[in-house]
């Protein structure tokens, strides 16, 4: 299990780091979550990895992450985000503030298309 960190940033909010190098039979799927309409191994395992961090973070093993109609994912009691990017996964959880996260993989393609916009 490759969880790269946990830390604490203050009273409530928790963040987690996943370096993700597992294979999608090396994670244990939830008995709430239903992987048969992914097709991607990728997809497969950044969502099994998400429930993963969602217990490191919280102890809750069995609680089905939601989503709005935007796509922000909801668990009751809790404000959470989560990204993905190329082999990582980070997630932020608060049971009192809203919370956002991103990760990114460095590389060069801002660069690329900075012109676009600036």
Same mark, same amino acid.
């Given at each position: ?14 963040l ?21 309409s ?8 950044? !969502? ?37 990017? !190329? ?21 060069? !393609? ?5 012109? !676009?916009?600036?």
């Open positions: 299990m490759p969880l790269t960190t946990i830390q604490t940033l203050s009273d409530g909010l928790r987690g780091l996943w370096n993700i190098t597992e294979k999608v039979t090396d994670l244990p799927c939830p008995t709430c979550l239903d992987l048969s992914i097709n991607s191994d990728t997809r497969k395992i950044e !969502r099994l990895v998400t429930y993963q961090l969602l217990n490191a973070l919280t102890g809750l093993d069995q609680v089905e992450i939601k989503h709005d109609k935007a796509g922000k994912p909801l668990i009751d009691g809790y404000e959470i985000s989560l990204s993905h990017t !190329r082999g990582w996964a980070a997630m932020i959880i608060s049971e009192h503030y809203q919370t956002g996260i991103d990760v990114e993989y460095i590389s060069d !393609r801002v660069n690329r298309v900075a012109s !676009r916009f600036i």
